[in-house]
């Protein structure tokens, strides 16, 4: 079946305390990406990435890093998270691009306290 | 700054009428608009897709259609269904679609 999966879908943590989150999509997609999900501000995208070794900031990439070493896997790295990065993250992937058709993961809910 | 706007009240609408969702934008210039439907506590299913040359998309009950003058996206489910319910979004991406920004959503209610 093709998916789009995360890890851990669930999470809490505290402040300062460096947590990695899993992405991986098993239809050879070339396009992967990271997005946030905030009540009253939308889904707004963190990282993007067009391929290996290929990575580029979205709209909101303060506090996060990402690393695309192997085509199916692209993680989503918070060295230092801080409460005001509580939030619903969605990875999603494409065959190309933004441009086609995005299929999301089912979400991880990350609350730091 | 680019702006891109969903009604954020909920449409509640009777089974079997016509549901009309709008998308608006501005200081943008989108190459293509997605649309993305979003039930609760899971990621957004992709439904449609329109490029900035077409007009009209059709695919089986949805219709979107797409006005770069107007700067303005609509999408139509006809016949709606209770299990219609959902949040439905918008996206615009640029050429070479890099980034796509999506819109607040609006909460769609099909009553029976």
């Known amino acids: 079946e093709a998916q789009v999966t995360q890890n851990p879908r669930y999470l809490i943590t505290v402040t300062g305390k460096k947590l990695t989150v899993t992405c991986s999509q098993n239809?050879?997609?070339?396009?992967m990406s990271w997005y946030r999900q905030d009540p009253g501000l939308g889904l707004r995208q963190i990282y993007y990435?067009?391929?290996?070794?290929?990575?580029d900031k979205g709209d909101v990439p303060e506090g996060y890093k990402v690393s695309r070493k192997e085509k199916r896997n692209f993680p989503l790295i918070l060295e230092s998270p801080s409460p005001n990065q509580t939030s619903l993250y969605f990875c999603a992937s494409s065959h190309r691009d933004g441009a086609y058709e995005q299929y999301f993961g089912p979400g991880t809910r990350l609350t730091v306290t | 700054s680019q702006k891109i706007e969903q009604n954020s009240e909920a449409l509640n609408i009777q089974e079997g009428k016509t549901a009309t969702l709008t998308c608006n934008y501005t200081n943008y210039s989108p190459a293509y608009l997605q649309w993305y439907r979003q039930d609760p506590g899971r990621g957004p299913v992709f439904l449609l897709l329109i490029r900035e040359n077409e007009k009209e998309k059709r695919k089986e009950r949805l219709k979107v259609t797409f006005d770069t003058t107007l700067k303005q996206s609509l999408f139509h489910i006809t016949a709606s269904q209770p299990a219609d319910s959902a949040t439905y979004l918008c996206a615009l991406g640029r050429n070479a679609g890099n980034m796509l920004t999506f819109g607040g959503g609006t909460r769609l209610m099909v009553k029976p």
């Open positions: 239809m050879n997609h070339e396009y």
């Open positions: 990435s067009m391929n290996v070794e290929v990575t």
